[in-house]
């Protein structure tokens, strides 16, 4: 793959790169498009990267199409899926992490303490071997493309970062993975995640403050038939603290909501 990529940049050819677990969905599909208008070589990852899950999380059962992976990139059309295995990326003999300090420990780090260090890590493998000039990167993980866009400019990174809007189900529900772990009717009721989040901007555009804002979004989480919060928390885009008045512009709020044992993460950025 670098090999590739480096005789690619030879001939001056401009390189974008979208890293994804793979078991492709829109979200993905519509970041696939976005690196696909910003560059001449269109390198998607499909990796299930063991590092960022935690040992009691979902690595084993997270799903996997690649088949059907590979149909879907070529409707894009993708130039080279870049599918390593895990022997590939992680040796026995690796030793070497990067984390970006302290981000990686609030929100959803508080409940998965070694997960951004494995995004990050993977990250920064797979801009050294993909050698890309652009990466797009979904909004959906809002702490994930924060943390990565301060790591590219922490190390200096000659690496141009895009952020892609969240792609939805019908029903308001973000679209992931791991949505197919739900049932239908925790499906459905899952999607009183992002109705909640757009009363939560029409309450601050009407003047609310957080604490208003926040009481409401814990109760109305707390009146469905099966969505557990486990955070909800407003931060600064910039600096990831928490923040005691929403500063427009700057305000980031994240959540994310068991339903059983799914766990899913949506945010609005204010
Ligand atoms: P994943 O395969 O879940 O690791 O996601 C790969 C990339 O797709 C990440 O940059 C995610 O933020 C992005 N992504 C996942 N779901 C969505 C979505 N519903 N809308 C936009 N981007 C998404």
Same mark, same amino acid.
């Given at each position: 793959?670098?090999?590739?990529?480096?005789?690619?940049?030879?001939? %001056?050819?401009? =390189?974008?790169l979208? &890293?994804?677990? %793979?078991? !492709?969905?829109?979200?993905?599909? $519509?970041?696939m @498009?976005?690196?696909?208008?910003?560059?001449? /070589?269109?390198v998607?990852?499909n990796?299930?990267?063991? *590092?960022?899950f935690? +040992?009691?999380?979902d690595?084993?059962r997270?799903p996997?199409? !690649?088949?059907r992976?590979?149909?879907?990139?070529?409707?894009? +059309?993708?130039?080279?899926?870049?599918? +390593?295995?895990?022997?590939?990326?992680? &040796?026995?003999?690796f030793r070497?992490?990067?984390?970006?300090? %302290?981000?990686?420990k609030?929100?959803?780090?508080?409940t998965? +303490?070694?997960? !951004?260090?494995?995004?990050? *890590?993977?990250?920064?493998?797979l801009?050294n071997?993909?050698?890309p000039?652009?990466?797009?990167?979904?909004w959906?993980?809002?702490?994930?493309?924060?943390i990565?866009?301060?790591?590219v400019?922490?190390?200096?990174?000659?690496?141009?970062?895009?952020?892609g809007?969240i792609?939805?189900?019908?029903?308001g529900?973000a679209?992931s993975?791991?949505?197919?772990?739900? *049932?239908?009717?925790?499906?459905?009721?899952? $999607?009183? =995640?992002?109705?909640t989040? #757009?009363k939560?901007?029409?309450?601050?555009?009407e003047g609310?403050?957080?604490?208003a804002?926040r009481? !409401? /979004?814990?109760?109305?989480? $707390?009146?469905t038939?099966?969505?557990?919060?486990d955070?909800?928390?407003?931060?600064?885009? $910039?600096?990831?603290? &928490?923040?005691?008045?929403?500063k427009? %512009?700057?305000?980031? =709020?994240?959540?994310a909501v068991f339903?059983? #044992?799914? @766990?899913?993460?949506?945010?609005?950025?204010?």
């Amino acid at each position: 793959m670098q090999k590739a990529a480096l005789a690619e940049k030879k001939k %001056g050819r401009r =390189i974008a790169l979208v &890293p994804t677990m %793979g078991f !492709f969905h829109e979200g993905h599909l $519509s970041l696939m @498009r976005e690196a696909r208008r910003r560059a001449d /070589i269109l390198v998607v990852s499909n990796f299930v990267n063991p *590092t960022q899950f935690g +040992p009691k999380e979902d690595l084993a059962r997270y799903p996997r199409d !690649f088949k059907r992976d590979c149909k879907l990139a070529e409707q894009i +059309p993708v130039d080279i899926m870049f599918a +390593p295995r895990n022997e590939d990326m992680y &040796p026995t003999s690796f030793r070497t992490f990067v984390e970006v300090e %302290g981000w990686g420990k609030v929100l959803c780090g508080m409940t998965r +303490p070694t997960h !951004f260090r494995g995004v990050t *890590t993977i990250v920064l493998k797979l801009f050294n071997i993909v050698q890309p000039d652009v990466a797009v990167f979904g909004w959906k993980d809002a702490q994930q493309f924060l943390i990565l866009r301060r790591m590219v400019e922490d190390l200096n990174l000659p690496v141009e970062m895009v952020g892609g809007e969240i792609v939805r189900e019908k029903n308001g529900l973000a679209m992931s993975s791991r949505n197919k772990y739900l *049932t239908n009717e925790e499906f459905e009721d899952a $999607s009183v =995640i992002n109705k909640t989040l #757009k009363k939560a901007f029409v309450l601050i555009k009407e003047g609310a403050d957080i604490d208003a804002v926040r009481h !409401f /979004i814990i109760k109305s989480i $707390s009146q469905t038939k099966y969505g557990k919060l486990d955070y909800v928390d407003f931060v600064s885009r $910039s600096t990831l603290e &928490p923040l005691e008045q929403i500063k427009k %512009g700057d305000t980031l =709020i994240a959540l994310a909501v068991f339903f059983g #044992k799914t @766990r899913l993460i949506d945010n609005l950025r204010v």
